[in-house]
């Protein structure tokens, strides 16, 4: 396990520690207030609970919340203010949800008490996690330190050759830096950052921010698994028409360049007869290609070849939206134009971007460059509004038949 993964893990464990501690604290201030009434047969929560699930349910609650919240994404890397205020508004939703499932269904007749208990909840929420997280903070910095990655800005300035430390830098997954004197040579944004008291701009930091990523990624891993259990008979039917139509596997995959400039392989329903690259040399995919199959050709035009990533989205290798990824063929020719391909292993590919959706299929090195360039626009201004927008393109993309 890295040392970024332990100390994940720490903050992950302080939490499900402290959740449970103030779930127990709540129910003897419960205890004590309503004179015993925790532990009758009336209990203390709504009829659809018993006394053991909340201690189950309720850290794995506060787990989905703070997790949402982005505090698990760079733990060691947001202020000490960013971090009270996280944790302060994390503690805040959980006491309304904890209020509105638990606390609301008591039969009182001073309403103050509800708002005892609310302010109670909070500040145990609180009070805490916060110094369970102090606590954590205070003793990896201590212990372990964090690992950072500083490129070096090449003495001659050769644009080619920084890219080419940024490209071998990013499998590691670690944050990259350069100095900010050669920061006008790269593409987009970032914020200038301190480490040890020299100023520096960590070209890895995402324009969204942690809470939004984490969303996102919630979003593609619940999204996956609704289609993959909804489009379940089409996934049946389309496999039988490719298993029909030519001689070959119903699945095709390729290995492709992701996040972190790490392959992977992606899937896809064959499309095109078996053995279409048989002479060795990865081809582009042209308007009116022979090597295409009839039902692939329809496949193509409403991009149901395409349906297989999902599973490819479920397993973390790509995004809903999100770059479309590279064979590393392809990857190395393009570099040889725009070396600045490399900045897009900050990001997880996707299945759709503005990238496909403006430029469609791409046949020429010339359309490879445009999606690049589109790709870059996107990922320079992520966001959540933005990604729906993008979504929505898609599904119009789709209903027109307008693929190759």
Not at 85 to 103: D, K, N, P, R
Not at 111 to 132: E, H, K, N, P, T
Not at 164 to 173: L, S, V
């Amino acid at each position: 396990m890295s040392n970024y993964r332990r100390q994940q893990f720490r903050f992950i464990l302080s939490d499900i520690l402290s959740a449970e501690l103030v779930w127990l604290l709540f129910l003897l201030f419960r205890w004590i207030v309503y004179e015993g009434r925790v532990f009758s047969v009336e209990g203390v929560l709504i009829p659809a609970f018993d006394f053991y699930k909340p201690l189950l349910l309720y850290p794995l609650g506060c787990l989905a919340v703070y997790y949402l919240s982005g505090y698990y994404l760079h733990p060691f890397k947001r202020s000490r203010s960013r971090g009270f205020l996280t944790t302060f508004v994390s503690a805040a939703i959980i006491s309304l949800g904890a209020f509105f499932i638990i606390i609301i269904d008591d039969h009182v007749t001073d309403y103050q008490r509800y708002l005892v208990s609310l302010v109670v909840m909070f500040v145990l929420q609180f009070g805490i996690s916060y110094a369970c997280r102090w606590a954590v903070r205070r003793f990896s910095r201590l212990y372990n330190g964090y690992e950072d990655i500083i490129v070096i800005d090449p003495p001659t300035g050769d644009e080619a050759e920084l890219y080419r430390q940024i490209r071998d830098a990013y499998p590691t997954g670690k944050p990259i830096y350069i100095r900010p004197r050669v920061y006008d040579l790269l593409t987009g944004a970032a914020q200038i950052r301190t480490l040890d008291d020299e100023a520096l701009v960590c070209i890895t930091d995402l324009n969204m921010s942690d809470s939004e990523v984490c969303i996102k990624r919630a979003f593609d891993i619940s999204a996956s698994i609704v289609c993959l259990v909804a489009f379940s008979p089409l996934y049946a039917l389309l496999s039988v028409l490719v298993w029909w139509s030519s001689k070959g596997p119903v699945f095709y995959t390729q290995e492709r360049i992701g996040l972190h400039g790490q392959p992977f392989r992606i899937y896809k329903f064959r499309t095109m007869i078996e053995d279409a690259e048989e002479e060795g040399m990865p081809q582009l995919s042209r308007k009116d290609d022979i090597r295409v199959t009839p039902i692939g050709y329809w496949m193509r035009k409403y991009r149901l070849d395409e349906l297989p990533q999902i599973w490819n989205v479920l397993r973390g290798d790509m995004s809903f939206v999100g770059p479309r990824p590279e064979r590393p063929y392809f990857v190395r020719l393009i570099e040889q134009q725009a070396p600045y391909y490399c900045l897009l292993y900050k990001i997880r590919p996707g299945l759709t971007s503005w990238g496909p959706i403006r430029v469609g299929y791409t046949d020429t090195m010339e359309k490879m460059i445009r999606r690049l360039n589109y790709d870059v626009a996107y990922m320079e201004n992520m966001s959540l509004l933005l990604d729906i927008k993008i979504m929505l393109s898609t599904l119009s993309v789709l209903f027109n038949g307008k693929g190759q």
